[in-house]
């Protein structure tokens, strides 16, 4: 990829995982800088991955070809007002990982010509395996798209949405998915426990047979997941027994309306 100047605003959990992808992909460690008003924040990813770091988010956006805006976005305002005085944003590309604020909201803040991409990503990020959506308006060309592309490719997968809501579908089907996950997985973990396994066995049972399963679609995107699922269902069998409990228990419907929900709330949030 491009080896543009980026900085990070804000040096929370996102910008550490981003900026960890980027050094272990051999992004030049100097073309990076993060600023964050916490020195302990900043500081430890500079020690941590050789990267520059700043309080002064001015100098640091002025200084950049690429603005990651990656703070609270109940923290965007803020953030946002004294670079839109003191920066030109021409030339520049800006990306927002921030979650409900809208592409017009920037331009209202940040100026009606701004370059702006929003991405979606998820906390799987931290450890590479990040699912991110990805939206850019019309004018925004093919080489910013596709650095941003690469960007994200470096803490997992992309997938671009044609439309500004799609980032609301996003959100339902990966953002907040580790969450759906975790409950459906600890739940299971309960249940071993109650059968009598240490916890500890419990987590690497209900943990390994999640990875394992997830593995084994990966291997086999040709195979849809409902025949990866009927694979493991012999006629008569446990695992039969135990989806006929969750098909009376509607839970793939539960699912789509838990999935609406988080939609509806997106919605709400804009
Ligand atoms: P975080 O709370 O870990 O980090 C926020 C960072 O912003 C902190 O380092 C803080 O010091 C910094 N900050 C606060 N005020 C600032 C200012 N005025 N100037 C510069 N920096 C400032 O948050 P996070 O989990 O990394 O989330 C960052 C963004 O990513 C949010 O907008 C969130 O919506 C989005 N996001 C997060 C996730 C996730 O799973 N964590 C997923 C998708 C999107």
């Known amino acids: 990829m491009q080896h543009r100047k980026i900085t990070f605003i804000g040096a929370g959990n996102m910008a550490r995982a981003i ?55 109940q923290m965007m305002a803020q953030v946002c007002l004294p670079l839109q005085e003191q920066v030109d944003f021409s030339g520049k ?16 803040m940040l100026g009606e010509g701004l370059n702006i991409v929003r991405i979606m990503p998820n906390t799987p990020s ?11 308006p ?32 996003v959100i339902a089907a990966a953002g907040s998915a580790p969450a759906y996950f975790f409950l459906f997985m600890d739940a299971m973990q309960q249940e071993a426990e109650r059968m009598g396994f240490s916890s500890q066995a419990a987590r690497d049972l209900v943990q390994q047979a999640a990875i394992g399963a997830a593995a084994l679609a990966a291997a086999n995107p040709e195979i849809s997941l409902a025949t990866l699922r009927e694979q ?29 929900a988080a939609v509806s709330r997106a919605q709400e949030m804009e």
Do not use: H
């Not at 590309?93 to 209202?108: D, E, N, P």
């Not at 596709?146 to 470096?154: A, E, P």
């Open 138 to 169: 019309e004018q925004v060309s093919q080489q910013d798209r596709d650095y941003t592309r690469d960007l994200m490719s470096s803490v997992g997968k992309v997938c671009w949405v044609d439309d500004e809501n799609g980032i609301n579908g």
């Open 232 to 260: 493991v269902t012999s006629k008569g069998g446990t695992t039969a027994e135990a989806l006929r409990v969750f098909n009376e228990q509607r839970l793939p419907e539960t699912v789509a309306k838990a999935m609406q």
């Open 19 to 73: 900026i960890a992808g980027l050094v272990a992909g051999g992004y030049p460690a100097a073309a990076i800088s993060v600023c964050a008003p916490s020195a302990k924040n900043r500081d430890a990813l500079a020690a941590e991955y050789g990267i520059n770091s700043s309080a002064d988010n001015i100098t640091c956006a002025k200084q950049a070809d690429v603005v990651v805006l990656a703070v609270k976005p």
């Open 93 to 108: 590309l800006v990306l927002s990982i921030a979650a409900g604020i809208l592409v017009s909201r920037f331009y209202q």
């Open 126 to 136: 931290l450890v590479g395996k990040g699912m991110s959506g990805l939206y850019a």
